[in-house]
C-alpha cells in the first residue's frame, strides 16, 4: 500500500540524523522507507535480505533486538523503491524514536538509518460535558 497518510513516518536510510519531537501517530502508526541501491563500496546492491526496525525511548540509544523484522521484497531492489511497515504490537504511550538497518544474505548489517522521532498515542480525551442545544 502506498498511501500516503498524515500519520506515516518517513525513515530515510540515507538522510542526516533528526533529533526533534515527531509526529504523532496512533494505532495505525507506520513507518515509510526508501531501499538502498549501493552498497557501502558503491556497488549495486544485488544481496538485500530484510529491514530490521529497532524502537526505543530513548534518542540515540537502540538495543540489539530488533522491535521488527521486515523481509526485503527483492535481493536487487528497484531505484526510489519506498517500503511501508506498520509500527510492531507494544509500543509504549509517548515519546518514542526508531531506526533501521538494512542487512544483507552474509548478515552484513547497515549502519543506521536516520533517527526518527514520534510520539504514539492511543488514548482519547474524555467527552465534553454539559452538551446543550441553544437558540
Ligand atoms: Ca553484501
Do not use: H
Not at 504523532?24 to 556497488?43: A, M, R
Not at 540489539?64 to 517500503?83: E, G, Q, Y
Amino acid at each position: 500500500m502506498r498511501r500516503m497518510l498524515s500519520l506515516l513516518l518517513l525513515v530515510s536510510l540515507f538522510a542526516v540524523p533528526a533529533f526533534a519531537v515527531g509526529p504523532v501517530v496512533g494505532s495505525t502508526c507506520k513507518f515509510e522507507w526508501t531501499e538502498p541501491q549501493t552498497n557501502t563500496n558503491g556497488s549495486n546492491v544485488t544481496d538485500l535480505a530484510e529491514y530490521r526496525l529497532y524502537i526505543s525511548q530513548t534518542a540515540g540509544s537502540y538495543g540489539s533486538t530488533p522491535a521488527k523484522i521486515i523481509p526485503a521484497p527483492l535481493a536487487d531492489p528497484a531505484a526510489a523503491s519506498v517500503l511501508q511497515t506498520a509500527c510492531p504490537a507494544g509500543i509504549p504511550e509517548g515519546q518514542s524514536y526508531a531506526v533501521m538497518t538494512a542487512v544483507d544474505v552474509a548478515g552484513n548489517a547497515s549502519v543506521f538509518s536516520n533517527e526518527a522521532p514520534f510520539v504514539f498515542d492511543t488514548v482519547a480525551p474524555g467527552s465534553p460535558v454539559q452538551l446543550t442545544p441553544k437558540k
